[in-house]
DNA sequence: GAATTAATTGAACGTTCGTTTTATTATTGC
DNA sequence: GCAATAATAAAACGAACGTTCAATTAATTC
């Protein structure tokens, strides 16, 4: 019929959203049909295009959202005035956690990009980016500072973020380890990665991951 | 019509091969159409189905043969007696060249398991689990003979990987970097994450790297 | 050179897709 | 409590999908 008793914009689209991302996770965004996300909320498939003009709109609106979620998470846990090891411990920190912790949204934003037109695709690489060359500037103040040794900054970028990011493939929660183990050894891996052997400062860097598990 | 003049079945066979790894990584397994990879091979769609009964079989004969492929590389590239060291770099070697080589297929590989059948599937997991068995191996081996330092083998084993394979994410041939340097790069990553250190056994593996580059 | 086999076309099948339209009912503001 | 608006259902649209089938022609075999 109609308007169902109870129903309420807000908390439609909020299931939409939580759902999308289940579901596109899951069978990929191609194989996720409006019907079936629709049947998911417990509404019509019709009812979806009032919050959302057409499919490709919900995996940008949920991608965007992820990628500034990120950002601002990061811009809340840099360190404000700190050396290169103490602002790559709080990049990695925050990286895994964040992206454990949203591990769905993650394998969406990462999977799905080829399904974005070339303008959105570019909107998100372009946040993916500048989110990137945050790291890339720990760097290479570290080897500035002579604290990090690394042939090439953005390789080494590229490899530590692949790396990190691998987690959400085999990281369930509730198994074997806990956030604060996992992060705690990559972190360790990290560090061990751009150079960093000074005893002391390891034994910094450890603490601090351990306290924060 | 009818059979066209010239028309062979092992040429189009590998015809439909090589487009459908081209198409389905740049465009994914459910965007890409029957009529889509018919037309890439030049053929109409119902002449696929004289090579590949399904989409899906074909999706899983090209993951299958990829990971055959990547598993034959190994056993050729494999020392046959040989320290930790020299093992481990056979294999960032061997998983790097590789994976650049066939960067499309690796793509095809990795996104689109989750669009093959549940024992399909399982098969080919079960291929992936035994390939990355063999740098568990080497790993556990090098920590016994206290040449590498490494808190926990199976998460620092995934972390190689999904760094190392990560490398077809960003990686055009003909740009800044030929394949030996990024290997060699990788290779001096690797060994540092892993904890080698002595000055001797690095020089080595630098002079192994740089002369196959 | 006739018979057989291999390779392909063209048309069609039923299904499902994203999306639109129209009608209908619940809620809200005055 | 009545108008306005918000939220949904139901049905339908044309297009595209994977796949099948019968017909047709090229190549091969004897």
Redesign the interface.
Known sequence: MARTTGSDGEKTEAAIREAAVNLIA???Y??MSMRQLAAEVGVQAAALYRYFPTKEELLFTLMREHMEGLTEAWEAAKPADAGPIRRLSAYVENHITFHIERRHATHVSN?EL??LSPERLTQILRMRTAYEKELRAILRDGVEADVFSV??TG??A??????M??VI??FRPGER?SIGE?TA??L??TM????V?SAGEERHVHEHAQLRA
């Open positions: 899951r069978f990929g191609e194989a999977m080829r399904s042939d090439d390789l080494t590229m490899a530590l973020i692949q790396m990011t691998g493939v085999w380890l996992v050894t990559y360790s891996m061990r990665l751009v150079g052997t």
